[in-house]
């Protein structure tokens, strides 16, 4: 009985298996997406629906078997749909993604974990307890850390599912659209066979402020410290 909770992670770490083993990473490039661009922007026109329901569960499926190419997805998501609609449709791929593998590490590893914890972890579990939400919006701002580690971490912490669905779906937002609105200008660039990369899209601008925009998402934290600890010295 004890050996199932770990199907579902072994699951999705096999999918993550599958990917390499196949080198399905050859097709999610910009010259695919140079190459096909006519017959899938054809597609979509004749599947309005079912196109973005397409999308919005390639994507689930990619987060949750953290497949290293969501960066492509997002930028093709903005130049099959748009800045905005792309924005909406990852954003809403990506959570559910994140959710899957939130669930399968609570299952597999969360309540293992905690009854082993020692007096520290118990300390770093309450605290994510009481301030996970913005503590994990903080983590999904910056793009410094590995969506996959973020997306296990909570669950190992105890981190209750609504404030994580949440917190992961504003605090990919910001990240998102530039990867969405890099990928809706890439129409012309595309058209003009002009050499591009991925990497001109995280600019020291933009990570500068994606930086500061996390940062502001810990204020609710600090404040609550400052005050905790005001009221200490007060009663001294």
């Known amino acids: 009985m004890a050996a199932r909770r770990f199907i579902p992670l072994t699951l999705l770490m096999a999918g993550l298996a599958l990917f390499f083993v196949f080198d ?5 490039d910009l010259a695919t997406l140079r190459s096909n661009q006519a017959a899938w922007r054809d597609l979509i026109a004749a599947h309005p629906l079912l196109a973005p329901l397409a999308y919005i569960l390639l994507y689930t499926l990619l987060v949750a078997f953290s497949l290293p190419v969501a960066s492509f997805a997002t930028v093709a998501g903005g130049f099959l749909f748009g800045a905005w609609f792309g924005t909406a449709w990852t954003a809403l791929g990506a959570t559910l993604g994140a959710t899957l593998v939130f669930l399968a590490a609570r299952t597999a590893l969360g309540e293992s974990l905690r009854d082993r914890a020692g007096p520290r972890l118990a300390r770093l579990e309450a605290e994510f307890r009481a301030n996970g939400f913005h503590y994990l919006l903080f983590l999904r701002l910056v793009p410094a850390f590995p969506f996959w580690l973020v997306n296990i971490a909570p669950a190992v912490f105890g ?3 609504a404030p994580y669905m949440v917190a992961t779906a504003l605090g990919i937002l910001p990240g998102t659209f ?3 609105y890099f990928g809706y200008g890439l129409g012309t660039t595309l058209r003009q066979s002009e050499r591009i990369s991925l990497a001109s899209v995280a600019t020291p601008e933009i990570l500068i402020a994606l930086t500061l925009l996390a940062l502001l ?3 609710p934290v ?3 410290w400052h005050r905790g600890r005001t009221g200490r010295h007060d009663q001294t």
């Not at 399905?24 to 999610?28: G, I, K, N, T």
């Open 178 to 180: 530039v990867f969405a």
């Open 24 to 28: 399905l990473r050859q097709y999610f």
């Open 159 to 161: 981190m209750r599912l």
């Open 222 to 224: 600090w404040i609550k």
């Open 217 to 219: 998402s810990l204020l």
